[in-house]
Every structure is written in C-alpha cells, then in structure tokens.
C-alpha cells in the first residue's frame, strides 16, 4: 500500500527558532494534505496542496509541494509555544477518499 | 469546532467484550470515516460509509463493522476486544467521498482494553 514517510520524527527547538519538517512518497502523489495535532487532541486540517510546485503561506506556516510531486514539507518561520504538537502530512487515496498519514513529526517549542 | 462529535470521550473495557462508538457527523455530511490511532502513530484508515453503504475498508479484521444512519450519525462495533485495540478512534465526515473535500475529525474516543 502507499507509503509516506516523514522526517525528523521528533524536534525540540528554542522558541523563536524556525522548524522544518519533510513528508516523501516513492509514488508520484496527486494530492497532499498537512494536519496538526496538538498533544491530547484530534487532527486539525491545515491544508491541501495539489499542483506541482505549489507553495502556500498561512501566517508563519509555508507549505510546499515538490515538482516531481512525491515530496512535501512544511516550514514554520519563529515558532511559539503554540505550535507544539504533532504535524502529520496525509494523503488522500483516489477512489474513496481514504487518508493515508505518513508517520508524523513531534515539535516541542521550548519559551 | 468541526461540528463533528463523538462519544463517549473515554471508555475503559476488557478483553472479550464488545463497544459501540458513535459519531455524528455536520449535517449533510454524507461520508463518515473512521481511524485508529495508537499511541504515538499516525491515524490508521478502518473504513468509510457513504450514504449508509459501506465504500471502502482498511486492513481490519471482520469484527471491526460500522453503520451509518439517515441522520448524519455512525457507529463503530469492535467484538471480541483484544489488548491491541486500545487506541484513540477518530471519525471524519465530509459532504462527498472526493479528493477535493475536506474531511473534518471529531475529538475522538479514547478506548483502553484490560
């Protein structure tokens, strides 16, 4: 089955300090989606991506989407102690809207 | 708030029996999904109802069903619990079971097995 791997798989950073986190697939994806959970709650969609190249800001967040559409990564600029949870890229399965979520990174933000 | 909402938030049973988890999905959802979420991992897909057929099932065994009703509301039956199935159980609806509509997640329920 389809397979997405994410990296790192956990990073503490100093608030203030930017985080990257990297989402690839070996299979050319149509679509990506970014979801943050935050520690004791349920995934909270951020966003989708679906052209190649595509580059999307929210606030601190920017999200992009590899050309070759097998790699994704979400970069937040000047973390806050808000940001800490888990970030999850997923994506969807054609045929019946089946989320595949890769393996999740975990930030904790440090004040 | 995703106007999804599932119950109960926590249920705590023991190996060998059965549960029922419900979700009610935003009105006019017609899709309902349902994950598993073991600690520490990303969600796991266990199947998808779209207007009360099932339209797609993930790697679970049998004794993980499900049922949708007319008023937006779902459930998910696991017999026979084992140990394993201790996990956080997420449901998501969504208008249409289509890449272009978002799924939105209810707040869970937390199930512990003994």
């Known amino acids: 089955g389809q397979q997405v791997m994410q990296i790192p798989q956990y990073q503490h950073v100093q608030e203030g300090e930017d985080f990257t986190t990297y989402c690839n697939s070996s299979?050319?994806?149509?679509?990506i989606q970014w979801y943050k959970q935050r520690p004791g709650g349920h995934p909270v969609f951020l966003i989708q991506?679906?052209?190649?190249?595509e580059v999307k800001k929210q606030k601190r967040l920017t999200f992009q989407f590899g050309e070759a559409k097998k790699n994704s990564s979400l970069h937040i600029t000047a973390t806050q102690t808000t940001d800490v949870g888990t970030y999850f890229c997923?994506?969807?399965?054609?045929?019946?809207?089946?989320?595949?979520f890769g393996t999740g990174t975990r930030l904790l933000v440090s004040p | 708030e995703t106007g999804v909402t599932q119950s109960p938030t926590h249920l705590i049973k023991t190996r060998g029996q059965q549960v029922t988890l419900r979700c009610s999905s935003q009105?006019?959802?017609?899709?309902v999904s349902w994950y598993q979420q073991a600690l520490g991992q990303g969600p796991q897909f266990i199947f998808q109802?779209?207007?009360?057929?099932?339209?797609g099932r993930g790697n679970f065994p049998p004794r993980f069903s499900g049922l949708q009703f007319p008023n937006y509301s779902s459930e998910l039956n696991v017999n026979a619990l084992e140990l394993d199935d201790s996990a956080l159980y997420l449901c998501?609806?969504?208008?249409?079971?289509?890449?272009?509509?978002?799924?939105?997640f209810g707040p869970g329920t937390r199930l512990t097995v003994t």
């Open positions: 998501a609806s969504s208008l249409e079971p289509l890449e272009s509509y978002e799924q939105y």
């Open positions: 299979t050319t994806l149509s679509n």
């Open positions: 991506l679906v052209k190649s190249g």
């Open positions: 997923a994506v969807m399965n054609t045929g019946f809207q089946k989320l595949v």
């Open positions: 009105s006019g959802h017609n899709t």
């Open positions: 109802y779209y207007r009360e057929e099932e339209n």
